[in-house]
């Protein structure tokens, strides 16, 4: 008889568990209502003029603790009783707890600060006619003082996103972070902007704001739930034989914020200076092919050509790579027909440039220079640059690309630098750091740019990488 009135075992958790959960859900519980008591009424009794509040560092100090604690019980509850429906049910109601507690660490940073915030100097996201033409006008420097980001949807956008029943994913993780740039901090109002939209509709055509954004250093963007716009005659791409050196349609663009309005404006002589990026005024000539002629013969040019560079490797060993410039894909171009696949990372500077590496059926990156590429280390073949690092760029940003290029690069790849040109008096500075990577050199020219007189300098080489054991 005393056999009948025993419990299933089974139904119930494991015996150490019931003596620390309920004990510590109790305590938990208590702390979360007593911190955000406190919370309330010192933010009332503490606020003042100036927006200027600093939180006592025990209350991040418990959070912390707190956090912990059902961190490890969330662990337990995993490993002693995967199969339990009853440790599952808690497993859920402790992975809310948590959430609530990472809601609330997040709220306090948001609402107070160590160190006093520029309200007035946050928004500097305003560029020049380089990064392309709008009618939006000057983005709103006024950031919303109830917290750091005023739009709902952005607010929903980045906060922790629990998986179902509190399971944990493929990645190990039960709840997922979503990421956007440290920068955006700065630009909330601008932020706020993007992110107000009508979910599945149609997305503003803004692009030109969320490229300046980008730009500023609030990259990534927060993801939206809206559908992006198309060009209302759109057209299916030409073959790729066609596409390869053929421009598309002009019903293929979306041209609102573009000074030119057609490819016939963009190629015409007309237009210097209005057309687009000024370092790349014969882009969106695809009749014009570079990297092929023979410089041999001209010890002074700063050029190389693509069959010199693939003749320092064996034939088929280098096959992908990134090239890193201003451009329509040219130079993919080139690099597809000698069985080389090349990523092509631009930016839309004043025309559209992605558009125009698409629709060649290259691939486009829409990356800033300030990102971090999008490859796993040591797997390209092959990098090059061509206009995007030059004289305007500081030391230690430049520090910064080399070594994210050498990250993906594989050992003895190939980085080649196309024409990095700089004042004279600061060539030996940027060579400095070049020498710095202890690559090997395999083709080196400095020369001088004949359009300045001397004053400024050509730099080109490629370079190949060590293998570090």
């Known amino acids: 008889m005393k056999k009948e009135t025993n419990s299933n075992p089974s139904r119930c958790l494991p015996s150490p568990l019931p003596t620390l959960l309920y004990p510590l859900l109790l305590i938990i519980l208590l702390s979360v209502i007593i911190i955000t008591t406190y919370i309330s009424t010192s933010y009332i009794a503490f606020t003042n003029t100036n927006d200027q509040t600093l939180i006592p560092s ?23 009783s995967p199969t339990s429906n009853t440790a599952s049910k808690y497993a859920n ?9 990472d809601n609330l660490a997040d709220r306090l940073s948001h609402l107070y600060s160590d160190a006093p915030v520029d309200w007035n100097n946050t928004s500097n996201i305003d560029g020049d006619d380089e990064l ?11 950031l919303p003082r109830n917290g750091l980001f005023g739009s709902g949807e952005i607010r ?26 440290l ?36 990259d990534p963007l927060p993801r939206r ?26 019903t293929n663009i979306l041209w609102t914020h573009y000074k030119c309005k057609s490819f016939t404006c963009l190629m015409s002589n007309n237009t210097v200076g209005k057309r687009g990026f000024f370092k ?7 009749s014009k092919r570079g990297w092929e002629n023979a410089t041999m013969d001209r010890p002074t040019s700063p050029e190389f050509t693509a069959d010199e560079v693939l003749a320092l490797k064996p034939t088929g060993e280098i096959r992908i790579g990134l090239d890193f410039s201003p451009t329509t894909g040219t130079f993919a171009a080139i690099m597809r027909e000698r069985n080389v696949t090349i990523a092509s990372a631009t930016l839309n500077l004043g025309a559209p440039f992605s558009e125009v590496i698409a629709s060649r059926g290259l691939l486009p990156l829409y990356l800033s220079v300030g990102s971090r590429l999008p490859f796993f280390d040591n797997t390209l073949d092959i990098i090059h640059s061509m206009l995007f690092l030059d004289g305007w760029i500081g030391v230690e940003l430049l520090q910064y690309v080399l070594f994210d290029w050498d990250r993906i ?24 750091e070049f020498h710095r990577l202890g690559y090997k050199k395999l083709l080196w020219r400095v020369v001088p740019k004949t359009d300045k007189d001397g004053d400024e300098l050509f730099f080109s080489s490629v370079l190949e990488k060590p293998l570090r054991a």
């Open 58 to 80: 025990s209350i991040h100090s418990h959070i912390s603790n707190l956090q912990t604690q059902v961190g490890h019980l969330l662990d337990q509850l995993h490993s002693e």
């Open 409 to 432: 690069l594989r050992p003895r790849g190939l980085l080649w630098i196309d024409r990095f040109f700089c004042g004279k008096d600061n060539m030996k500075l940027y060579l400095d």
């Open 93 to 101: 109601r402790v992975l809310a707890i948590a959430v609530s507690l």
């Open 225 to 250: 739930r809206c559908f992006a716009r198309s060009p209302p005659h759109y057209t299916k791409p030409l073959p790729l034989n066609s596409s390869m050196w053929g421009l598309p349609g002009d």
């Open 156 to 181: 929903n956008y980045t906060s922790p996103k629990p998986n179902r029943h509190g399971l944990k994913n493929f990645l190990g993780v039960e709840a997922v972070y979503p990421s956007i740039g």
């Open 280 to 286: 790349c005024a014969d882009c969106f000539n695809l």
């Open 183 to 218: 920068a955006c901090t700065g630009a909330a109002a601008d932020i706020g902007r993007f992110m107000s939209y009508k979910m599945y509709g149609r997305c503003p055509d803004d692009w030109i704001m969320a490229q300046k954004l980008i730009v500023a250093g609030c």
């Open 132 to 142: 392309g033409e709008g009618d939006d006008g000057e983005f709103d420097d006024a």
